[in-house]
């Protein structure tokens, strides 16, 4: 970490970047990819163990299980797109869901500590998915003509504007929405990731120059961030899902 002349180690875009330790295939793995790898066996992982083998009285993996899978059904998908809608597509918002939490979680696991959707690959990636969903989806319930129409917001009620104003939402559905689904996500975990860093080196930095105090309230910073970030993980999980969930109720909907 450069020091910028003043013995500070200052964190900034080098904290985001990590050398790779093994290629395979031609591909260099670092510790990022490693991360998102981990995570995916952990979600799988807990939902097998959870239902693979239900039970009628369910077990206290299972009752976990169901409810992380119930908050997302019920809270989420039932309350944005409505039981008969939203029901079929359940199993993909619990899998983003858990995801994206997972993901998030490294950030204050001793020895990770990284959020994986700090990098904007990762989040760019599941956004996608969700747009690869919606849209296709529009067209084919509405058909070819009906789907522009839902995604412009064409009306002829508007009278004049009404070319306007399927310019601007073409522009902000077909674009601006995916662009801003996935930075949503990478710049709360990316800002979150470096204040931690910031606090953390601090704390270390002011201990080494017995500047004990400072160190003290830097230490405690450090906590509260984390503590704070543990909330924020959540909440841009649920955040990510709910407007995934919206985008396809919009796709769904009679009506832009």
Known sequence: MSDNGCGFPAPGLHSFLFK????????ELNKVMLLAVITTLVVVTFFYAAFGKAKVVPGKLQMMGEAGYDFVRRGIVYETMGKKDGEKYVPLMVSLFFFIWIMNIWSVIPLTQFP????IAYPAVLAAVVYLVWVPLTFKKHGFVGGWKNITGYDNSLGPIKWLVSAIELFSNLLVRPFTHAVRLFANMFAGHLMLVMFTVASWYLLNSFLIPAAGVSFVMTMAMIVFELFVQAVQAYVFVLLACSYIQGALAEHH
């Open 20 to 27: 790779p330790f093994a290629t395979v295939g031609g591909l």
């Open 116 to 119: 994986v959707a700090s990098v």
